[in-house]
């Protein structure tokens, strides 16, 4: 089963960049659809950013589409976080799909400060 583990949340300001990484481990990472997704205390998850397993396609939520960044290596999926808005405050997860099951990572936090 793979694991994922995320890391490079921290406090930011409004403007600055910040990029989370995901580690996988337990699983080749091309089997995988990876992405991210985000949470808020009171709101459900919401997508954020994918990409395909052999990388060729990349999808955006509107809200961060021109801003962030999805890209990947051998084993670890980055997030690129451009011109951070306050918005963008909250917990990040690493997502995995194998066309069967969904596989989350703990969450990292963000914080976007004016």
């Known amino acids: 089963q793979v694991q994922l583990e995320e890391s490079g949340g921290k406090l930011a300001q409004a403007g600055g960049s910040l990029r989370l990484s995901c580690a996988i481990s337990?699983?080749?990472?091309?089997?995988?659809?990876m992405g991210w997704f985000r949470q808020v205390p009171g709101k459900e998850r919401e997508f954020v950013a994918a990409?395909?397993?052999?990388?060729?396609s990349t999808y955006y939520a509107a809200s961060v589409k021109g801003r962030f960044t999805i890209s990947k290596t051998e084993n670890t999926v980055y997030l690129q976080m451009n011109a951070l808005k306050p918005e963008d405050t909250g917990d990040y997860y690493c997502?995995?799909?194998?066309?069967?099951?969904?596989?989350w990572g703990q969450g990292t936090h963000v914080t976007v400060s004016l």
């Open positions: 990409i395909r397993r052999n990388g060729a």
């Open positions: 337990g699983r080749t990472i091309n089997g995988y659809t």
């Open positions: 997502w995995a799909w194998d066309n069967r099951s969904n596989y």
